[in-house]
Protein backbone atom coordinates (compact mmCIF):
# COMPACT_ATOMS: atom_id res chain seq x y z
CA UNK A 1 0.00 0.00 0.00
CA UNK A 2 1.34 3.60 -1.08
CA UNK A 3 1.10 5.78 1.66
CA UNK A 4 0.01 9.64 0.22
CA UNK A 5 1.63 12.73 1.35
CA UNK A 6 -1.51 14.55 3.01
CA UNK A 7 0.02 18.66 3.26
CA UNK A 8 -2.21 21.13 4.96
CA UNK A 9 -2.36 24.46 3.60
CA UNK A 10 0.08 26.39 5.14
CA UNK A 11 -1.70 29.91 5.65
CA UNK A 12 0.90 33.11 6.99
CA UNK A 13 -0.96 36.41 7.37
CA UNK A 14 -0.56 40.01 8.72
CA UNK A 15 -3.05 42.36 10.76
CA UNK A 16 -2.73 46.20 9.82
CA UNK A 17 -5.04 48.71 11.09
CA UNK A 18 -5.22 51.98 9.74
CA UNK A 19 -7.39 55.81 10.96
CA UNK A 20 -8.13 58.12 8.84
CA UNK A 21 -9.39 61.56 10.12
CA UNK A 22 -7.50 60.52 13.11
CA UNK A 23 -8.44 62.35 16.50
CA UNK A 24 -6.62 65.80 17.01
CA UNK A 25 -7.27 68.50 19.21
CA UNK A 26 -10.75 69.79 19.74
CA UNK A 27 -11.78 67.65 16.20
CA UNK A 28 -14.64 69.44 15.22
CA UNK A 29 -18.46 67.94 15.43
CA UNK A 30 -19.97 66.86 12.49
CA UNK A 31 -16.47 65.28 10.95
CA UNK A 32 -16.89 60.99 10.79
CA UNK A 33 -13.62 59.42 11.99
CA UNK A 34 -13.06 56.28 10.14
CA UNK A 35 -11.14 53.29 11.61
CA UNK A 36 -10.27 50.50 8.99
CA UNK A 37 -8.41 47.26 9.53
CA UNK A 38 -6.74 45.46 6.67
CA UNK A 39 -5.76 41.70 6.70
CA UNK A 40 -3.02 40.28 4.23
CA UNK A 41 -2.61 36.51 4.16
CA UNK A 42 -0.98 33.66 2.50
CA UNK A 43 -2.10 30.18 1.04
CA UNK A 44 0.97 28.05 0.31
CA UNK A 45 3.08 31.10 0.08
CA UNK A 46 0.37 32.43 -2.41
CA UNK A 47 -0.57 36.22 -1.14
CA UNK A 48 -4.49 36.29 -1.11
CA UNK A 49 -6.73 39.03 -1.51
CA UNK A 50 -6.63 41.79 1.13
CA UNK A 51 -9.50 41.97 3.05
CA UNK A 52 -10.51 45.36 4.70
CA UNK A 53 -13.42 45.85 8.15
CA UNK A 54 -14.21 49.40 8.73
CA UNK A 55 -15.92 51.42 11.16
CA UNK A 56 -16.88 55.04 11.64
CA UNK A 57 -17.34 57.33 15.04
CA UNK A 58 -19.25 60.71 13.88
CA UNK A 59 -17.70 63.55 16.52
CA UNK A 60 -19.85 65.10 18.77
CA UNK A 61 -20.41 68.74 19.56
CA UNK A 62 -18.54 69.93 22.76
CA UNK A 63 -20.65 73.01 23.54
CA UNK A 64 -17.84 75.00 25.52
CA UNK A 65 -16.71 78.57 26.29
CA UNK A 66 -15.47 80.66 28.91
CA UNK A 67 -16.84 84.09 30.18
CA UNK A 68 -14.64 86.21 32.54
CA UNK A 69 -14.20 90.15 33.71
CA UNK A 70 -11.10 91.46 32.22
CA UNK A 71 -9.69 92.72 35.61
CA UNK A 72 -10.97 92.99 39.03
CA UNK A 73 -10.93 96.93 39.25
CA UNK A 74 -14.10 98.58 38.63
CA UNK A 75 -14.78 100.65 35.66
CA UNK A 76 -14.98 104.62 35.60
CA UNK A 77 -17.03 107.41 34.68
CA UNK A 78 -14.11 109.53 34.42
CA UNK A 79 -13.59 107.28 31.14
CA UNK A 80 -16.64 108.41 28.71
CA UNK A 81 -17.27 106.56 25.04
CA UNK A 82 -18.17 107.95 22.00
CA UNK A 83 -19.99 105.52 19.63
CA UNK A 84 -21.95 106.57 16.54
CA UNK A 85 -22.78 110.23 18.40
CA UNK A 86 -23.70 108.49 21.62
CA UNK A 87 -21.60 109.01 24.93
CA UNK A 88 -21.31 105.77 26.83
CA UNK A 89 -20.13 104.58 30.11
CA UNK A 90 -18.80 100.85 30.38
CA UNK A 91 -20.07 99.50 33.42
CA UNK A 92 -18.99 95.55 32.49
CA UNK A 93 -15.85 94.52 30.27
CA UNK A 94 -15.63 90.86 29.42
CA UNK A 95 -13.64 88.16 27.67
CA UNK A 96 -15.18 85.80 25.75
CA UNK A 97 -13.76 82.50 24.43
CA UNK A 98 -15.77 80.01 22.45
CA UNK A 99 -13.32 76.41 23.24
CA UNK A 100 -15.77 74.47 22.21
CA UNK A 101 -14.99 72.19 18.83
CA UNK A 102 -17.47 73.93 16.51
CA UNK A 103 -18.79 77.92 15.18
CA UNK A 104 -20.96 78.90 17.81
CA UNK A 105 -23.77 81.43 18.55
CA UNK A 106 -23.95 83.82 21.80
CA UNK A 107 -26.98 85.56 22.60
CA UNK A 108 -26.44 88.37 25.63
CA UNK A 109 -28.71 89.67 28.41
CA UNK A 110 -27.67 92.33 30.53
CA UNK A 111 -29.33 93.64 33.47
CA UNK A 112 -28.76 95.15 36.85
CA UNK A 113 -27.52 93.30 39.14
CA UNK A 114 -30.58 92.20 41.58
CA UNK A 115 -29.81 92.83 44.88
CA UNK A 116 -29.06 96.63 45.38
CA UNK A 117 -26.61 95.89 48.40
CA UNK A 118 -25.40 92.90 47.12
CA UNK A 119 -21.25 92.09 47.95
CA UNK A 120 -19.62 91.94 44.32
CA UNK A 121 -16.55 89.46 44.28
CA UNK A 122 -14.30 92.39 43.03
CA UNK A 123 -10.46 92.97 44.29
CA UNK A 124 -10.87 96.08 44.63
CA UNK A 125 -11.35 97.62 48.00
CA UNK A 126 -11.02 101.39 47.65
CA UNK A 127 -14.66 101.25 47.40
CA UNK A 128 -16.36 99.73 51.27
CA UNK A 129 -16.96 96.42 50.67
CA UNK A 130 -17.69 97.06 46.53
CA UNK A 131 -21.60 97.18 47.64
CA UNK A 132 -24.16 97.62 44.27
CA UNK A 133 -25.04 100.28 45.98
CA UNK A 134 -27.07 101.83 42.54
CA UNK A 135 -29.21 100.88 39.38
CA UNK A 136 -28.34 102.68 36.11
CA UNK A 137 -31.63 104.82 35.23
CA UNK A 138 -34.31 102.81 32.95
CA UNK A 139 -32.09 99.57 32.49
CA UNK A 140 -31.00 100.93 29.67
CA UNK A 141 -27.46 98.46 28.68
CA UNK A 142 -26.17 98.39 25.76
CA UNK A 143 -23.95 95.20 24.58
CA UNK A 144 -20.84 95.78 21.89
CA UNK A 145 -18.45 93.22 21.06
CA UNK A 146 -14.94 94.24 19.89
CA UNK A 147 -14.44 94.96 16.18
CA UNK A 148 -11.37 96.60 15.54
CA UNK A 149 -7.76 97.46 17.09
CA UNK A 150 -8.49 99.99 19.51
CA UNK A 151 -8.07 99.29 23.10
CA UNK A 152 -11.72 99.20 25.06
CA UNK A 153 -14.79 100.66 23.57
CA UNK A 154 -14.97 102.75 20.26
CA UNK A 155 -16.49 103.70 17.25
CA UNK A 156 -15.48 100.79 15.34
CA UNK A 157 -17.12 98.27 17.55
CA UNK A 158 -20.30 96.42 16.79
CA UNK A 159 -23.18 96.92 18.95
CA UNK A 160 -25.19 93.75 19.73
CA UNK A 161 -29.12 94.13 19.65
CA UNK A 162 -31.43 92.52 21.70
CA UNK A 163 -32.02 88.96 20.30
CA UNK A 164 -29.27 89.01 17.92
CA UNK A 165 -26.25 86.86 17.94
CA UNK A 166 -22.77 86.70 17.77
CA UNK A 167 -21.29 84.29 15.82
CA UNK A 168 -17.19 83.41 17.29
CA UNK A 169 -15.93 80.21 14.82
CA UNK A 170 -14.07 77.01 16.59
CA UNK A 171 -10.76 78.24 17.67
CA UNK A 172 -11.33 81.65 17.62
CA UNK A 173 -9.20 84.14 19.65
CA UNK A 174 -10.85 85.73 22.91
CA UNK A 175 -13.80 88.25 22.11
CA UNK A 176 -13.77 91.82 24.15
CA UNK A 177 -17.30 92.13 25.12
CA UNK A 178 -18.52 95.45 27.03
CA UNK A 179 -21.39 96.12 28.57
CA UNK A 180 -22.19 100.05 28.19
CA UNK A 181 -24.77 102.66 29.37
CA UNK A 182 -25.77 105.84 28.04
CA UNK A 183 -24.05 108.60 30.22
CA UNK A 184 -27.24 110.28 31.29
CA UNK A 185 -29.19 107.07 32.40
CA UNK A 186 -25.95 107.10 35.79
CA UNK A 187 -27.24 109.37 38.46
CA UNK A 188 -25.89 109.52 41.19
CA UNK A 189 -22.51 111.15 42.97
CA UNK A 190 -18.88 110.44 43.45
CA UNK A 191 -18.06 106.59 44.38
CA UNK A 192 -21.68 105.29 44.09
CA UNK A 193 -21.50 101.30 42.20
CA UNK A 194 -23.32 100.59 39.27
CA UNK A 195 -24.02 96.67 39.19
CA UNK A 196 -24.60 94.96 36.04
CA UNK A 197 -25.20 90.69 35.39
CA UNK A 198 -24.34 89.98 32.12
CA UNK A 199 -25.79 86.68 30.91
CA UNK A 200 -24.15 84.26 27.60
CA UNK A 201 -26.14 81.48 26.46
CA UNK A 202 -24.55 79.53 23.57
CA UNK A 203 -27.70 79.09 21.85
CA UNK A 204 -26.85 77.48 18.46
CA UNK A 205 -24.00 75.44 17.01
CA UNK A 206 -22.86 74.48 13.61
CA UNK A 207 -22.56 70.66 12.73
CA UNK A 208 -20.65 69.57 9.51
CA UNK A 209 -22.95 67.65 7.09
CA UNK A 210 -20.02 65.75 5.94
CA UNK A 211 -16.17 65.49 5.92
CA UNK A 212 -16.24 68.26 2.27
CA UNK A 213 -15.47 70.69 1.67
CA UNK A 214 -12.25 70.66 3.86
CA UNK A 215 -13.11 73.96 5.53
CA UNK A 216 -17.11 72.89 6.31
CA UNK A 217 -18.08 76.60 6.70
CA UNK A 218 -20.49 76.15 3.72
CA UNK A 219 -21.67 73.01 4.54
CA UNK A 220 -22.79 72.61 7.77
CA UNK A 221 -26.12 72.63 9.58
CA UNK A 222 -26.73 75.27 12.17
CA UNK A 223 -28.52 73.50 15.58
CA UNK A 224 -30.31 75.09 18.16
CA UNK A 225 -28.80 74.35 21.59
CA UNK A 226 -31.69 72.94 23.66
CA UNK A 227 -32.80 74.12 27.01
CA UNK A 228 -33.17 71.57 29.44
CA UNK A 229 -31.60 70.00 32.60
CA UNK A 230 -29.50 67.30 30.50
CA UNK A 231 -25.89 67.62 30.18
CA UNK A 232 -26.17 66.32 26.28
CA UNK A 233 -29.00 66.40 23.78
CA UNK A 234 -29.23 64.99 20.49
CA UNK A 235 -28.82 66.55 17.00
CA UNK A 236 -29.78 64.45 14.27
CA UNK A 237 -27.49 61.82 14.76
CA UNK A 238 -24.82 64.16 16.32
CA UNK A 239 -25.25 64.66 20.35
CA UNK A 240 -24.55 67.94 22.06
CA UNK A 241 -22.27 68.12 25.42
CA UNK A 242 -22.45 70.71 27.70
CA UNK A 243 -18.99 71.56 28.42
CA UNK A 244 -19.20 75.06 30.35
CA UNK A 245 -18.65 75.84 33.92
CA UNK A 246 -22.35 74.89 34.57
CA UNK A 247 -23.07 72.46 32.11
CA UNK A 248 -26.33 74.08 30.73
CA UNK A 249 -24.80 76.73 27.91
CA UNK A 250 -25.44 79.13 30.10
CA UNK A 251 -22.92 81.74 32.20
CA UNK A 252 -23.66 84.76 33.94
CA UNK A 253 -20.65 87.05 35.49
CA UNK A 254 -21.25 90.25 37.28
CA UNK A 255 -19.06 93.78 37.33
CA UNK A 256 -19.72 97.27 38.20
CA UNK A 257 -19.03 100.49 36.91
CA UNK A 258 -17.61 103.19 40.09
CA UNK A 259 -18.62 106.71 39.63
CA UNK A 260 -15.92 108.90 39.61
CA UNK A 261 -18.16 112.60 39.63
CA UNK A 262 -17.23 115.86 41.02
CA UNK A 263 -18.79 116.18 43.52
CA UNK A 264 -20.50 119.28 45.83
CA UNK A 265 -22.81 117.73 47.70
CA UNK A 266 -23.75 120.28 50.61
CA UNK A 267 -23.29 118.90 54.47
CA UNK A 268 -24.17 121.97 56.83
CA UNK A 269 -24.22 119.86 59.56
CA UNK A 270 -20.75 119.32 59.48
CA UNK A 271 -19.03 122.61 57.58
CA UNK A 272 -15.60 120.74 57.54
CA UNK A 273 -16.94 118.02 54.74
CA UNK A 274 -19.14 120.30 53.21
CA UNK A 275 -18.71 120.53 49.23
CA UNK A 276 -21.20 124.58 49.36
CA UNK A 277 -21.31 126.27 52.29
CA UNK A 278 -22.78 129.68 52.76
CA UNK A 279 -21.85 131.42 56.39
CA UNK A 280 -22.79 134.89 57.32
CA UNK A 281 -20.82 137.05 60.30
CA UNK A 282 -21.71 140.37 61.42
CA UNK A 283 -18.85 142.45 61.52
CA UNK A 284 -19.14 145.81 62.24
CA UNK A 285 -22.50 147.60 64.02
CA UNK A 286 -22.85 151.71 64.36
CA UNK A 287 -22.58 151.41 67.69
CA UNK A 288 -20.87 148.53 69.06
CA UNK A 289 -18.26 149.04 66.24
CA UNK A 290 -15.96 145.70 65.37
CA UNK A 291 -16.42 144.79 68.89
CA UNK A 292 -19.56 142.43 69.41
CA UNK A 293 -21.25 143.66 66.69
CA UNK A 294 -24.56 142.99 66.20
CA UNK A 295 -27.41 142.65 63.01
CA UNK A 296 -28.65 146.34 63.39
CA UNK A 297 -29.63 148.65 60.70
CA UNK A 298 -26.58 149.95 59.19
CA UNK A 299 -24.62 146.93 60.77
CA UNK A 300 -22.11 145.27 58.20
CA UNK A 301 -22.26 141.82 57.07
CA UNK A 302 -19.43 139.60 56.14
CA UNK A 303 -20.98 136.55 53.54
CA UNK A 304 -18.60 133.69 52.85
CA UNK A 305 -19.21 130.44 50.52
CA UNK A 306 -16.97 127.64 50.30
CA UNK A 307 -16.95 125.71 47.61
CA UNK A 308 -15.15 122.15 47.76
CA UNK A 309 -14.82 119.66 45.08
CA UNK A 310 -15.19 116.37 47.55
CA UNK A 311 -15.26 114.48 43.80
CA UNK A 312 -12.30 112.30 42.51
CA UNK A 313 -12.56 114.42 38.76
CA UNK A 314 -12.19 118.33 37.95
CA UNK A 315 -15.35 119.84 37.38
CA UNK A 316 -15.63 121.82 34.27
CA UNK A 317 -17.79 125.42 33.54
CA UNK A 318 -18.38 125.78 37.36
CA UNK A 319 -20.33 129.20 38.55
CA UNK A 320 -21.13 129.99 41.47
CA UNK A 321 -23.55 133.57 41.79
CA UNK A 322 -24.92 135.46 45.36
CA UNK A 323 -26.22 138.09 45.12
CA UNK A 324 -26.56 140.44 48.72
CA UNK A 325 -30.28 139.38 50.27
CA UNK A 326 -33.42 141.71 50.54
CA UNK A 327 -33.21 143.80 53.48
CA UNK A 328 -29.81 144.54 52.22
CA UNK A 329 -27.56 146.54 50.39
CA UNK A 330 -24.09 145.41 48.35
CA UNK A 331 -20.92 147.30 49.77
CA UNK A 332 -17.27 147.52 48.77
CA UNK A 333 -14.08 149.76 49.09
CA UNK A 334 -16.38 152.23 46.83
CA UNK A 335 -19.08 152.79 48.53
CA UNK A 336 -17.39 152.68 52.43
CA UNK A 337 -18.35 155.95 54.42
CA UNK A 338 -16.06 158.10 55.90
CA UNK A 339 -16.09 156.46 59.26
CA UNK A 340 -12.52 153.98 59.68
CA UNK A 341 -14.30 151.35 61.50
CA UNK A 342 -16.68 151.01 58.62
CA UNK A 343 -14.47 149.30 56.30
CA UNK A 344 -16.63 146.76 53.15
CA UNK A 345 -14.26 145.23 51.46
CA UNK A 346 -14.37 144.36 47.62
CA UNK A 347 -14.89 140.35 46.77
CA UNK A 348 -12.30 138.59 47.09
CA UNK A 349 -11.76 134.66 46.54
CA UNK A 350 -8.85 132.48 48.57
CA UNK A 351 -8.44 129.45 46.77
CA UNK A 352 -6.48 126.46 48.43
CA UNK A 353 -6.21 122.75 48.17
CA UNK A 354 -8.21 121.01 51.06
CA UNK A 355 -4.77 119.65 52.36
CA UNK A 356 -3.94 123.29 52.87
CA UNK A 357 -1.38 123.47 49.96
CA UNK A 358 -1.87 126.94 48.76
CA UNK A 359 -2.79 126.69 44.93
CA UNK A 360 -5.09 128.89 42.25
CA UNK A 361 -7.47 127.65 39.58
CA UNK A 362 -8.70 129.57 37.27
CA UNK A 363 -12.10 131.57 38.53
CA UNK A 364 -12.60 134.88 37.12
CA UNK A 365 -14.26 137.69 39.39
CA UNK A 366 -17.17 139.64 38.12
CA UNK A 367 -18.57 142.23 41.11
CA UNK A 368 -19.25 144.55 39.00
CA UNK A 369 -22.85 144.29 38.58
CA UNK A 370 -24.70 146.24 40.54
CA UNK A 371 -24.97 143.53 43.59
CA UNK A 372 -24.20 140.85 42.05
CA UNK A 373 -21.22 138.35 42.78
CA UNK A 374 -20.18 135.78 40.51
CA UNK A 375 -16.92 133.46 40.36
CA UNK A 376 -16.60 130.97 37.12
CA UNK A 377 -14.32 128.65 37.11
CA UNK A 378 -13.50 127.17 33.70
CA UNK A 379 -12.06 123.96 35.22
CA UNK A 380 -12.46 123.15 39.43
CA UNK A 381 -10.16 120.40 40.47
CA UNK A 382 -10.85 117.12 42.73
CA UNK A 383 -9.73 118.40 45.93
CA UNK A 384 -9.84 121.85 45.51
CA UNK A 385 -11.60 124.53 47.68
CA UNK A 386 -12.44 127.95 47.18
CA UNK A 387 -13.91 130.65 49.90
CA UNK A 388 -15.45 133.59 48.27
CA UNK A 389 -16.38 136.87 50.51
CA UNK A 390 -18.38 139.64 50.20
CA UNK A 391 -19.87 142.41 52.27
CA UNK A 392 -23.59 144.25 52.57
CA UNK A 393 -25.40 146.39 55.37
CA UNK A 394 -28.09 145.97 56.45
CA UNK A 395 -30.60 148.28 55.21
Known amino acids: MKLRNM ?19 NTEAGLTITNTATLNYNVNSVPQTEVEASDN ?62 ILSLGDTSTANNANTKDDNNAAFIVFAENDSTTGLSAGDTLIASAAQLS ?19 LGVNDDLFGV ?19 GKDNVDTSTVAHNASTTVTAGSVSIVYADSGNDHVVSVSDVLRASFPDFTPNPGNPSSSGFLKESEVVWDPINKAVSAKAIPGAIVKYTITLRNLGSI ?21 TTTADPDNVCLDPSVTDTIISGSETKVDGVLDGTASDN ?23
Open 168 to 186: LLKDSAVKNIYVAVETQNI
Open 57 to 118: VLVDVKADFTLNRTDDTPSATSSVKTVASKNYYVVGEYLLQNTGNTDAHFEFNAVNTADDHA
Open 373 to 395: VKFDYATFPAGQQSVITFYAIID
Open 197 to 215: DLTVDLAAVDIRKSNTPAD
Open 314 to 334: AAVDVAVADSAPTDTTFCNVA
Open 7 to 25: VAPVVFGALSLAVVNANAA
